[in-house]
C-alpha cells in the first residue's frame, strides 16, 4: 500500500471500521495488563522517597494523566488541521469524541496535583505558571464542548472547534516550559528526552509501564469512539447491514 | 497539492503564526509578572519591593535555622548559593519537608530592614526521587559528607 493510498483510505470511516476491531482489543488488553502492572508496582513496591516518603506515589498517576492531557490535546490539533485544509471526515469524528477524554485526563492531574502538593508543597493550590497553563488547558477542553453545542450545524461547529483546537495548541509548549521559562512551585520535568531520568530506575521503571498503558488506553478508548460514532453516522448503510449481519450470525 | 487545499493551508498557518506570535508578545510584556517570586538575588539587590505583599524563594542556609524556646517564631537564611542571600522571620508550623538546604517559597512582606517578613512558608521539590537507603551514597557522592 503506498503512501498515497493510505492517506485516502485514512480518511474513510468504512475502511477505518473495519481495520480498527482487532486494534481496539489489542490496545485494551494492554492497557489493562500494563496499568494493573505499572499501578501496582509504582503504588506497592516501587520505594518510598527519601524525602516526601509514600506521598511520592502519586506520581505514578499525576504524570500518565499530565501526559495526555497533552497529548489528546496536540491529536485535537493534528486533527483540526486536517479538517480544515483536507475537510477528512475522521478528523471531524475525532474532533467530536476525544474532548471528554481530554477534559477527564486534565481534571485528573489537576486533582492529583492538589492532593501531591498538600502534603508536600504545603498549599493544595498556587497560581504558578505550570499549574496556571494546565488549568488553562482544561478551559480549552471545556470551551472546545462548548462551541460544539452552541452550533447547531454539524459542519459550522467542527470547523469552529477545528479552529479552536488548532489555535489552542500553542498552549502546549507554554505548559512544558513554563517550569523553565518562570519561577516556579512546581519541579521541573520528570521525562526529558535528553537525559536520564534523576531517579533509579526502580523509581521511574513503573512509571514508564504507566505511561505506555495510559498511551494505550487512549488509543483504546478512541478507536471504540470512532467505531461507534462511525456506526451512529451511517446506520443504514449496505456496509453496515453486512457487517451487523455477518456478526450477529456468523 | 490542490491549490485550494493549499491556500486553506496557508490559512491555518497564517492565524496559527499570528496567535502564537500574540501569545508570545503577551507573555514576553508580562514576563516578569509570570514569575511566581523572587529570587534571592533580587531580594537582596533591591529589585524587589519593600512592604507589598510578594513571594521570595531560595534554599535555606545550612546552620541558619533559628527556633525560639517559647513560641512558633522560627529565623532562617534563604540562599541561592551563589551569594545572594536575605533572612526570614515567620511564626507558624512549617511544612514537612522544610530542612537545611531544602528550596522554600515565602509569601509575605518585605521589612525596610532587609528581613522578609513571611506570612506563609511552602516547601518546593526537585524532580530528583530516591530512595531513602541510596540517600547516604548520594551525599557521598555530593561530597558533603553528612549523614542521612
Known sequence: ??????????????????????????????????????????????????????????????????????????????????????????????????????????????????????????????????????????????????????????????????????????????IKYSVEWWTTLHQGATFKLTEAPAMPASMWAPLLVNVLGAYCLFAANLIAKLRTAILRQEPGAAWVRDWAAGEVRP | MHPKRRSRLMTVAFVLTGAAAAVALMLRA?????????????????????????????????????????????????TDRQGSDFRVAYSGILPDLFREGQGILVRGQLGVDGVFQAEEVLAKHDETYMPPELMPLAQGAAGQGKGG
Open chain 2, 30 to 78: 508580562a514576563n516578569e509578572n509570570l514569575n511566581l517570586f523572587y529570587p534571592p538575588d533580587r531580594v537582596a539587590g533591591g529589585a524587589a519591593p519593600v512592604g507589598v505583599g510578594i513571594r521570595a524563594g531560595g534554599m535555606v542556609l545550612e546552620g541558619s535555622v533559628r527556633r525560639a524556646a517559647d513560641s512558633l517564631d522560627v529565623a532562617f537564611v534563604l
Open chain 1, 1 to 174: 500500500m503506498t503512501l498515497k493510498q493510505f492517506w485516502h483510505r485514512l480518511g474513510s470511516p468504512k475502511w477505518f471500521f473495519h481495520m480498527s476491531g482487532p486494534w481496539q482489543g489489542a490496545f485494551a488488553v494492554l492497557a489493562v495488563l500494563l496499568l494493573l502492572t505499572g499501578m501496582t508496582w509504582g503504588l506497592a513496591f516501587a520505594p518510598p522517597d527519601y524525602q516526601q516518603g509514600n506521598s511520592f506515589r502519586i506520581i505514578y498517576v499525576h504524570v500518565p494523566a499530565a501526559v495526555l492531557a497533552q497529548s489528546v490535546y496536540l491529536t485535537l490539533g493534528v486533527a483540526g488541521v486536517l479538517l480544515l485544509v483536507w475537510r477528512m471526515k475522521m478528523a471531524q469524528l475525532v474532533l467530536e469524541n476525544l474532548v471528554g477524554f481530554g477534559a477527564w485526563m486534565t481534571a485528573l492531574a489537576l486533582f492529583t496535583g492538589a492532593v501531591w502538593g498538600k502534603p508536600t508543597w504545603g498549599t493544595w493550590w498556587v497560581f504558578d505558571g505550570r499549574t496556571t497553563s494546565t488549568l488553562v488547558l482544561l478551559f480549552l477542553y471545556f470551551g472546545l464542548y462548548a462551541l460544539r453545542q452552541a452550533i447547531p450545524s454539524r459542519e459550522a461547529a467542527g470547523r469552529a472547534c477545528a479552529l479552536l483546537a488548532v489555535v489552542g495548541v500553542i498552549n502546549i509548549p507554554v
